[in-house]
């Protein structure tokens, strides 16, 4: 069973700043059916990137995800106020169908 | 615009059984490209998929959950339901329907709704 791991579980950076999130996955996992989720408090989660660098539509360009095998990337490349929130990902899993990271919180100074 | 509304019970009693319906506008859950699913979150264990069911009514399950859950397509009403039998304080959590893009060469899901916050205390 994949068991997704998102590291770091906080990240605080500056407005402008380039932000790094990484999802590292137990075993191989296939690049198409890897998806990240923006959750903002008090809304529910809303799909970022699905196949790991796909965007998903009216998503912003500032936001881009890439990786294979068992590491995945999300990046914000000028993190703006807004992109205050918990990041997912999520995958394929053989017996629990559908699995969840454990998310990483990403604060702005 | 594609919008999807639970409701339900906001309060469950432990050991009874939890249900809620997901309303589907702006789409028809006919479509044949798509699941329908549910997705709870808990502070303490983030996000956990329950299930997702086709219009057809072929499901897949949280093995986790598989034995308490029941799940259910209207496709004249255009709703989906869950069931959740035999609760207890656990199964305390916000509910999200959401629809699930699963095939071959996809796994995401694409459209969410408020969420509903279900409580399980006597």
């Known amino acids: 069973e994949i068991v997704l791991t998102q590291s770091p579980a906080t990240l605080s950076s500056s407005p402008g700043e380039r932000v790094t999130l990484s999802c590292r996955a137990s075993?191989?996992?296939?690049?198409?059916?890897l998806a990240w989720y923006q959750q903002k408090p008090g809304q529910a989660p809303r799909l970022l990137i699905h196949g790991a660098s796909r965007r998903a539509t009216g998503i912003p360009d500032r936001f881009s995800g890439s990786g294979s095998g068992t590491d995945f990337t999300l990046t914000i490349s000028r993190l703006e106020p807004e992109d205050c929130a918990v990041y997912y990902c999520q995958h394929f899993g053989r017996s629990v169908r559908k699995t969840f990271g454990q998310g990483t919180k990403v604060e702005i100074k | 615009q594609l919008q999807l509304q639970e409701s339900g019970p906001g309060l469950v009693k432990p050991s009874e059984t939890l249900s809620l319906t997901c309303s589907v506008s702006g789409t028809t859950i006919s479509s044949s490209t798509y699941y329908w699913g549910w997705i709870r979150q808990t502070p303490g264990k983030g996000l956990e998929w329950i299930g997702s069911i086709y219009f057809s009514g072929s499901t897949h399950y949280n093995p986790s959950l598989k034995s308490r859950v029941t799940m259910s397509v209207d496709t004249s009403k255009n709703q989906f339901s869950l069931k959740l039998s035999s609760v207890t304080a656990a199964d305390s959590a916000v509910y999200y329907c959401?629809?699930?893009?699963?095939?071959?060469?996809?796994?995401?899901?694409?459209?969410w709704g408020q969420g509903i916050l279900v409580t399980v205390s006597s």
């Open positions: 075993q191989t996992a296939s690049s198409d059916y």
């Open positions: 959401v629809r699930d893009v699963d095939t071959t060469m996809d796994l995401f899901f694409d459209y």
